[in-house]
């Protein structure tokens, strides 16, 4: 699927440059198979690098200019990066301008180059094309430069370059994008950030992502709300039982005797939270037994969670899921991301996959005069140097 890709920014940087590209890097996008709205409550998440990348073509411009070109939009930027990094109006020079800043207050030495990008991750649907591109930056300056990078730190840097940009994220996209292995997801503890491969055998069922292709504006108030009400929450469990440091030592009973106090829609938000840690558990030893069946369970029990209990899904993703639950040749079905639209990610049974894909996008565009996308997807890894 990449070689196509591969092939056409190599060309392209030689149409514009007019000889091959010293470093050719490859940064993927990611999912997360489980563990939603957990990253910011000290809980654990289960991401994996995806097949679909963006491809980056780099050279030693040998000045202090650098000139970065983005194929997919016929767009193309100047800057001198041995001054000062400013925001700009072209919103995606500015997550390159963000780790350029993140590399520049780390002290790293390097000059001007030129770089030439392309991509296959479908922007908007929640696969962290964004998390691709600053990694996948990063590493090129490390290899072209020779810099003493390592990779939980171009993870790291990647994610304070998309906050100086403005979007508070989490660890999960970098980390992912960075440290994903073929056919392994991580489970990494959002606290300390240690983190572990499980395989990713999924046996005789394909992951294919429905992209509702809707977004409510609701996303980020909502946000900030469920993240509120979190930590409201959590700060009255620990009034009451000191023993308890974080949602991952709660129990369902110390929830249920503060229900009162609580109030009904934090202790609802609260108990997802608590469920969905120990899904994350049961969900890595789900893949280490092979049972795949149980994956698919816990993927329509985290998005009944997700619906009734955190509020974050919306009329598309419940029709989507509501779907794959109708169907035999679908095991497991949940919203991926932080709701109000984007994608669902699903199993299907092998050999079903194009009857499943024409039946739900004839069903949904009758219900929502929306049209389906649809994407196939495997593990792949991580951020990575292409050998020319």
């Not at 963006?54 to 930027?77: G, H, M, P, V």
């Not at 072209?90 to 800043?101: D, K, L, P, S």
């Not at 558990?281 to 149980?294: F, H, R, V, Y």
């Not at 949904?364 to 994407?375: A, S, V």
Request: aromatic residues 10%; contains cysteine.
């Amino acid at each position: 699927m990449n070689t196509a890709l591969i092939a056409k920014t190599i060309q392209s940087f030689q149409k514009y440059f007019g000889q091959e590209p010293e470093k050719v890097i490859l940064s993927p996008g990611r999912i997360n198979i489980i563990g939603e709205h957990i990253d910011y409550n000290d809980g654990f998440v289960l991401p994996a690098a995806i097949d679909k990348i963006i491809c980056f073509a780099f050279e030693k411009s040998k000045t202090n200019t650098s000139r970065i070109i983005a194929l997919d939009l016929n767009e193309e930027f100047s800057v001198d990066f041995s001054e000062k990094i400013e925001l700009s109006d072209t919103v995606w020079t500015n997550y390159i301008r963000g780790v350029v800043n993140q590399l520049q207050m780390k002290g790293f030495q390097f000059d001007g180059m030129n770089c030439v990008f392309s991509s296959n991750i479908p922007t908007g649907s929640g696969l962290s094309s964004s998390a691709a591109l600053e990694c996948g930056f990063i590493r090129g300056v490390k290899e072209l430069f020779q810099l003493d990078i390592k990779p939980i730190d171009i993870a790291l840097m990647g994610q304070k370059a998309e906050h100086w940009v403005g979007i508070n994220c989490g660890i999960m996209d970098q980390f992912a994008s960075v440290l994903g292995l073929e056919n392994k997801v991580i489970k990494i503890d959002c606290k300390t950030l240690e983190y572990e491969y499980h395989n990713a055998d999924f046996g005789d069922y394909s992951l294919i992502l429905l992209d509702s292709n809707v977004k409510h504006s609701l996303v980020t108030s909502a946000y900030n709300k469920r993240r509120q009400d979190c930590e409201n929450g959590i700060a009255l469990v620990k009034k009451n039982f000191p023993e308890v440091k974080s949602f991952r030592d709660c129990t369902e009973e110390q929830l249920l005797a503060l229900k009162d106090q609580l109030g009904e829609e934090v202790y609802t938000r609260c108990h997802f939270v608590i469920n969905e840690i120990a899904r994350v558990a049961k969900a890595c030893e789900a893949l280490d037994n092979g049972n795949i069946e149980a994956l698919g369970q816990l993927l329509f029990e985290t998005h009944h969670g997700l619906s009734v209990e955190y509020e974050v899904s919306c009329d598309e993703l419940d029709f989507l899921v509501d779907f794959a639950k109708s169907e035999p040749a679908i095991i497991g079905s949940r919203l991926m991301g932080g709701g109000f639209g984007g994608c669902t990610i699903n199993l299907v049974k092998k050999g079903q996959e194009e009857v499943i894909k024409d039946k739900i996008k004839k069903l949904y565009y009758d219900k929502f005069q929306i049209e389906l996308k649809n994407y196939d997807v495997k593990i792949g890894n991580g951020t990575t140097v292409y050998t020319l």
